[in-house]
């Protein structure tokens, strides 16, 4: 327990990667998509959370909200749900780093 006080900023780097991680997994997988297109969708996932993890918890209430919708019009839901949870874990390993 000691461990996880003292260097909580790897550790929540670590658990960030390995969402990341499981959630290209999932995609390319499970889901058959090709590997670069969801890279880079977790890359701009992450980019984005470093932007906004400043904003007001508004803010990421909309931009949820806004992928949700993108996703429910294109189809693909699961594949924007991966893409809202690598946001989240990145914006909670933001928020234990500072």
């Excluded at 991680?21 to 995609?27: D, F, Q, R, T």
């Excluded at 997988?29 to 007001?56: D, F, M, R, T, Y």
Aim: proline share 1%.
């Amino acid at each position: 327990m000691d461990f996880i006080k003292t260097h909580k900023n790897m550790v929540s780097l670590a658990i960030f990667v390995i969402i990341a991680a499981i959630s290209v997994v999932v995609m390319t997988v499970i889901l058959k998509q090709s590997v670069i297109p969801v890279c880079v969708l977790v890359l701009i996932e992450a980019g984005i959370a470093v932007l906004l993890h400043n904003a007001e918890l508004w803010m990421h209430g909309l931009l949820i909200l806004a992928e949700v919708i993108a996703g429910i019009a294109t189809g693909r839901i699961v594949i924007i749900l991966l893409c809202i949870l690598v946001y989240i874990a990145a914006i909670f390993a933001l928020k234990f780093m500072n």
